[in-house]
């Protein structure tokens, strides 16, 4: 089993060094695994790490057609093996059957959406490098195949920090050529509870556009960070008071800038309900978590970089955060080590022009 572990590693880093796009990359990642064990359909998504919302998927012809009952079931109801359980486990790996005891009808997603199509078991992974989560990844069994056994979740849990690090640096790669992309009017759309698509303005509709053709998903498929956002909103109603919502992504567009989408309910006169789901281009505030987390800054040094941004001296960084100066410096330095840079004022060009994050005041 060690011997087949380093095998798999190998192959992975070598599949790192030939795909840098995220999501090429994870097209040849299943076909990859496919050579480990058998899978019968599989499906791996990128996520924000902040949310742990989904940034786009890569999904199967077998899973495509139950992949919205599985939203909703991961989003509005409690099962085994959640995405957001497994983000924030010790063990980020988990095989349906075994979890269940082999009693998978315990399972609602196994009873309401998996048995219903011909799969008889799931091997769910959340990818996770440096404690933060990039995306997930899972697999499925189909007919008389026998359960998925320990020794392949142990080699899947082997290989998904290496899979989780590759995400987490594409997501901080440059478009190879330059792009004109929309203004910064905000894009509009209303869906209703059932995530149908009610209406939507001219920009929303270019987002769209954009959004299917990276997942490489038909016009009518709904692109799944919406579908996730959207989901988020309606399991979060009524919002707790006094809390963010946490139904919001950033998305870093493969030949552009990040995006951020956001949802929220709307309550009509007659309660009805509709979902406001607005696209823009990601706001410091938005992107700079995502880099840090990126970068993989510790909490002082995401605070100092904030600072930084900000436009604060030395000083005024130490009086922030009760430290001495001498501690300040030595967190740059950690953070320059950590981005590549050597000087203040390239961290602050290479956050300004890489990732478009504007300095605030």
């Known amino acids: 089993m060690n011997l087949q572990i380093e095998t798999a590693k190998r192959k992975v880093i070598a599949l790192t060094k030939r795909h840098s796009s995220s999501q090429e990359f994870r097209v040849a990642l299943l076909e990859l695994l496919r050579s480990f064990f058998t899978i019968d359909a599989a499906c791996c998504s990128a996520v924000d790490p902040q949310t742990l919302l989904s940034t786009g998927a890569v999904t199967e012809d077998g899973v495509e057609s139950i ?159 919406i579908r996730a956002v959207c989901s988020r909103a309606l399991s979060e109603h009524p919002a707790p008071q006094g809390q963010a919502s946490m139904a919001k992504v950033c998305i870093r567009m493969p030949d552009g800038p990040y995006l951020t989408l956001q949802a929220s309910l709307m309550h009509g006169v007659s309660n009805t309900i509709h979902i406001a789901v607005w696209f823009e281009p990601a706001k410091p505030a938005d992107m700079l978590p995502l880099v840090s987390e990126a970068y993989g800054l510790s909490e002082r040094e995401k605070q100092i970089l904030e600072g930084i941004v900000r436009g604060f001296s030395t000083k005024e960084l130490a009086n922030t955060y009760h430290i001495s100066a001498y501690t300040v410096q030595d967190h740059l330095k950690s953070i320059f080590v950590k981005t590549g840079v050597t000087s203040r004022r390239e961290l602050i060009w290479q956050l300004f022009s890489r990732f478009g994050v504007q300095e605030k005041r």
């Open 67 to 225: 992949h919205h009952r599985l939203f909703e079931i991961e989003y509005l109801s409690d099962d085994f093996n959640q995405y957001g359980q497994l983000a924030t486990s010790s063990e980020p790996v988990a095989i349906l059957s075994q979890t269940t005891g082999g009693e998978l009808t315990r399972s609602a997603r196994y009873r309401d959406v998996l048995l219903p199509a011909g799969f008889t078991d799931e091997l769910r992974a959340a990818l996770k490098y440096d404690g933060a989560c990039w995306g997930y990844c899972t697999l499925f069994r189909k007919g008389d195949r026998p359960f998925f056994s320990e020794e392949e979740r142990e080699l899947i849990a082997s290989i998904a920090p290496l899979i989780a690090y590759h995400l987490r640096k594409a997501s901080l790669s440059l478009p190879s050529v330059e792009h004109e992309w929309m203004s910064d009017s905000p894009g509009i759309g209303v869906l209703s509870p059932s995530l149908q698509l009610l209406s939507a303005n001219a920009i929303a509709k270019q987002w769209l556009i954009l959004l299917r053709k990276w997942e490489s998903i038909e016009e009518q498929t709904l692109p799944r960070p």
